[in-house]
């Protein structure tokens, strides 16, 4: 079992930067592959980036690419979130997600579990 808890949401100006973190919990973390996922209000939940569990490979959306970064420390287990550059459209709640599965999917149901979400709010 893994419990994730997200932090680091908040409001932010047009091309501020905010930097998210997610703590898991369990001795298992560096096995599973790690994602940010975001939704928006009235919207679908979207992926954003991920990130297999030897930090190799790495995923972002096109409208994150360039802006986004993100990058996990197995010793901590932390995955972090580093976002430049932000937009209004970046508004949403942001979850982090872990996956047992090896590799990376675009798809929410490949993920077992869920953090909380944590709100980031950029006003223009």
């Known amino acids: 079992q893994v419990q994730l808890v997200e932090s680091g949401g908040g409001l932010v100006q047009a091309g501020g930067s905010l930097r998210l973190s997610c703590v898991a919990s369990g001795r298992t973390f560096i096995a599973h592959t790690m994602a940010w996922f975001r939704q928006a209000p009235g919207k679908e939940r979207e992926i954003v980036s991920a990130i297999t569990n030897n930090g190799v490979t790495t995923y972002y959306a096109d409208s994150v690419k360039g802006r986004f970064t993100i990058s996990r420390d197995n010793a901590k287990n932390t995955v972090s979130l580093q976002m430049n550059s932000l937009k209004p459209e970046d508004t949403a709640v942001y979850y982090c997600?872990?996956?047992?599965?090896?590799?990376?999917?675009?798809?929410?149901?490949?993920?077992?579990?869920w953090g909380q979400g944590t709100r980031v709010t950029v006003s223009s």
């Open positions: 997600a872990a996956a047992r599965t090896f590799g990376y999917s675009t798809r929410d149901d490949f993920y077992d579990y």
